[in-house]
């Protein structure tokens, strides 16, 4: 099960981090519309990304080794999303903050997932090529 949840991980942050390098604009453009719609807007992504981050934690208890990245990753998406539940005007706040840097820092962002997803995806090939 460990391995299934460091694939898909590698796999979300590669595909994640490439769009946020290659669509730039849209993401912008789409961060920009959740803040100017009100702060009720972060609940239902927020709700979604504490049930998977809290699923994949409960699924994931790996604490050594490269593949407790995937863990810690997991657990700040149970801290964000716990923060967005119970605090939603902090995500306007973050936002605002966030978007006159928006391109650079989501560039940035593509940059760091795309290398993340890349290292996890080649720890799981690691481990299971040689099984």
Same mark, same amino acid.
Not at 39 to 49: G, M, N, Q, T
Not at 63 to 72: K, L
């Given at each position: 099960?460990?391995?299934?949840? &460091?694939?898909?991980?590698?796999?979300?942050?590669?595909?994640? *981090? /490439?769009?946020?390098?290659?669509?730039?604009?849209?993401? #912008?453009?789409?961060?920009?519309?959740?803040?100017?719609? *009100?702060?009720?807007?972060?609940?239902?992504?927020? #709700?979604?990304?504490?049930?998977?981050?809290?699923?994949?934690?409960?699924?994931?208890?790996?604490?050594?080794? &490269?593949?407790?990245?995937?863990?810690?990753? !997991?657990?700040?998406?149970? &801290?964000?999303?716990?923060?967005?539940?119970?605090?939603?005007?902090?995500? =306007? =706040?973050?936002?605002?903050?966030?978007?006159?840097? *928006?391109? !650079?820092?989501?560039?940035?962002?593509?940059?760091?997932?795309? &290398? /993340?997803? /890349?290292?996890?995806?080649?720890? !799981?090939?690691?481990?299971?090529?040689?099984?």
């Amino acid at each position: 099960m460990e391995l299934a949840i &460091a694939f898909m991980t590698g796999m979300m942050l590669l595909i994640i *981090g /490439l769009s946020f390098s290659l669509r730039t604009p849209d993401w #912008s453009a789409w961060f920009g519309e959740l803040q100017r719609g *009100g702060r009720h807007r972060i609940l239902p992504i927020a #709700s979604f990304e504490l049930i998977l981050s809290a699923l994949m934690v409960g699924l994931h208890q790996v604490w050594s080794g &490269a593949f407790m990245v995937v863990t810690i990753f !997991w657990v700040l998406g149970i &801290a964000e999303g716990s923060l967005y539940l119970l605090c939603p005007g902090a995500f =306007k =706040k973050i936002l605002d903050w966030f978007l006159p840097r *928006g391109s !650079w820092l989501l560039r940035t962002f593509g940059i760091i997932f795309t &290398a /993340l997803g /890349l290292f996890i995806l080649y720890e !799981w090939w690691s481990v299971t090529s040689t099984t």
